[in-house]
């Protein structure tokens, strides 16, 4: 059966969450490139809610600011001073406007909860048409989470006593409360207002509905799910990384059914945002952040971390870190290439070994081979940048930039000192700092003509193993102290 769409979803994040020990709130430390919030928002939004509320209260200025940042669309709700989930609820529907349909209730620090549980947990409830219907578990231990009390043949819902308030027999009840709730929301809204806090932690306890809507003949229903990660919450930052942890391994997996190598999957972390096409193989020790987006069978790594960056189709990035680059179709980077905000390498270009790249346009096939800094620059398609050049971008002061035309050859160990121009088909000799623009198709040097002192070496090196290296070729070949300085040394290139 087709899942209709909730009227409301309400996301409870209002809790202190103070195991986490941190200054930061709970629900906005990140696993998968995310904040738990963000999760639960994301699956939140997955069932196509008519209304998305969050309750906030602890830390209540952070948590906003994140919401209207990251899902602006969602309507913030504040709990006051009455504690416990019947209160943030009953806060919650404060800003719903419907008066009808179900309402499914979830945690903002249940990070693998997923939309598509969400929906069955709808079209369960909405079959049964139950007043509630509560997503529970089967666990190991049980202890602290709210046990469900079922009639004698185990067939219907009676109820959830919470931890604290329960009996010896009834802790052993092995299944447990996720907490993430459907329910019809005109049931709900006048149960919470028979809510007491008569309890043993004095709240206004959500579980109480339970029993509220049965008295009235209403039907309470469970829908156990056995996948227990997925309901569990982060409360401590050991859960945390065991959550992350588990998602990176759903990430994976997702990621390998759709037709991505991944080599090695307990070295590989990838954030649930990631994109990643057909045949593209990541290679062990990878790490992919953020909005990276890898083309079809491009190769990544080893021991590769790409953050906000697109990968052409074809292309190769081995051993690197780039950040807010884009590497064009059929390019290689690296091995130990650092590629910084605005990198934008063309199609079958190379960055290559220790190279740094920022705020840079690298043309179509264009090469940037060796040793290198590229800073503030545009390069045109199919130049050749010769190995240890600097593009000095930076005066002390301010910045500019370089601009290198099509098809330049630029030598090797040059400093091109910004602003500067080099024209198309031009060419500069091996170690030229380049102050004035060079014109199209010309040659620009400036390394100062090359002096050969004859025999120095066996004037002033006299019993050391070089002097006895030249005195040997010399002897074998006397016409060699004669050779003349090479006058077009600067023509000579790396490649
Ligand atoms: C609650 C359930 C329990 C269930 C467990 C699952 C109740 C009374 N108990 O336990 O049956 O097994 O969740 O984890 O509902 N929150 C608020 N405002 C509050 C209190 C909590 O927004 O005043 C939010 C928290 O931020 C958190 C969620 O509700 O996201 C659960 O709170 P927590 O204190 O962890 O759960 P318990 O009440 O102990
Ligand atoms: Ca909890």
């Known amino acids: 059966m087709e899942a209709s769409a909730p009227a409301a979803v309400i996301v409870l994040a209002a809790g202190a969450g103070t195991r986490m020990k941190s200054r930061t709130p709970k629900v906005l430390h990140e696993i998968g490139g995310r904040s738990l919030l963000a999760h639960a928002v994301i699956a939140a939004e997955g069932t196509g809610p008519a209304e998305l509320v969050v309750v906030v209260r602890h830390e209540r200025e952070k948590v906003a600011a994140h919401l209207s940042e990251h899902a602006p669309e969602v309507a913030i709700a504040d709990q006051d001073d009455v504690p416990g989930t019947g209160r943030a609820v009953q806060c919650g529907l404060e800003k719903v406007a419907a008066d009808s349909g179900t309402v499914l209730v979830t945690y903002g620090d249940v990070p693998l909860l997923e939309a598509a549980t969400l929906r069955e947990l709808v079209t369960a409830h909405e079959a049964a048409s139950a007043a509630v219907t509560v997503l529970t578990a089967r666990v190991g231990d049980p202890?602290?989470?709210?046990?469900?009390?079922?009639?004698?043949?185990?067939?219907?819902?009676?109820?959830?006593?919470?931890?604290?308030?329960?009996?010896?027999?009834?802790?052993?009840?092995?299944?447990?409360?996720?907490?993430?709730?459907?329910?019809?929301?005109?049931?709900?809204?006048?149960?919470?207002?028979?809510?007491?806090?008569?309890?043993?932690?004095?709240?206004?306890?959500?579980?109480?509905?339970?029993?509220?809507?049965?008295?009235?003949?209403?039907?309470?229903?469970?829908?156990?799910?056995?996948?227990?990660?997925?309901?569990?919450?982060?409360?401590?930052?050991?859960?945390?990384?065991?959550?992350?942890?588990?998602?990176?391994?759903?990430?994976?997996?997702?990621?390998?059914?759709?037709?991505?190598?991944?080599?090695?999957?307990?070295?590989?972390?990838?954030?649930?945002?990631?994109?990643?096409?057909?045949?593209?193989?990541?290679?062990?020790?990878?790490?992919?952040?953020?909005?990276?987006?890898?083309?079809?069978?491009?190769?990544?790594?080893?021991?590769?971390?790409?953050?906000?960056?697109?990968?052409?189709?074809?292309?190769?990035?081995?051993?690197?870190?780039?950040?807010?680059?884009?590497?064009?179709?059929?390019?290689?980077?690296?091995?130990f290439s650092y590629l910084r905000a605005g990198t934008e390498l063309g199609a079958n270009g190379k960055i290559g070994g220790f190279v740094e790249t920022k705020n840079a346009r690298i043309g179509d096939g264009a090469k940037v081979p060796h040793l290198s800094y590229v800073g503030d620059a545009e390069i045109g398609e199919g130049t050749n940048i010769g190995a240890a050049t600097i593009f000095a971008n930076y005066d002390g002061v301010s910045k500019h930039r370089t601009t290198v035309g099509k098809h330049v050859r630029i030598g090797s160990d040059n400093v091109l000192v910004a602003p500067v121009t080099i024209g198309d088909g031009a060419a500069t000799g091996a170690g030229t700092t380049v102050r004035k623009d060079v014109p199209p198709g010309a040659l620009g040097v400036n390394a100062v003509a090359q002096r050969n002192v004859e025999g120095w070496t066996l004037r002033r090196r006299a019993g050391t193993a070089a002097e006895a290296a030249a005195r040997a070729a010399l002897e074998a070949d006397p016409a060699a102290a004669a050779a003349p300085a090479v006058e077009d040394n600067e023509e000579h290139q790396q490649r």
Not at 306 to 331: F, K, M, N, P
């Open 143 to 335: 202890t602290g989470y709210g046990r469900i009390l079922r009639s004698a043949d185990g067939s219907e819902v009676l109820g959830i006593v919470e931890h604290k308030d329960a009996t010896e027999a009834q802790r052993a009840i092995d299944e447990i409360n996720s907490g993430i709730y459907a329910f019809d929301l005109a049931v709900l809204r006048d149960a919470l207002s028979r809510v007491s806090t008569d309890n043993a932690q004095g709240e206004m306890y959500l579980t109480d509905v339970l029993e509220i809507a049965r008295s009235d003949g209403r039907s309470v229903r469970a829908v156990v799910t056995d996948d227990v990660m997925m309901v569990e919450g982060a409360n401590d930052r050991v859960q945390l990384a065991q959550l992350g942890a588990e998602m990176n391994r759903r990430t994976l997996e997702r990621h390998m059914r759709a037709g991505v190598t991944i080599i090695d999957p307990a070295t590989t972390w990838i954030d649930a945002d990631v994109t990643i096409g057909q045949d593209a193989r990541i290679l062990p020790g990878v790490q992919l952040h953020g909005a990276t987006d890898i083309g079809e069978g491009a190769i990544i790594g080893p021991d590769t971390t790409l953050r906000d960056t697109e990968v052409g189709a074809g292309a190769e990035v081995l051993r690197s870190h780039a950040l807010l680059a884009q590497i064009g179709a059929g390019a290689t980077v690296g091995p």
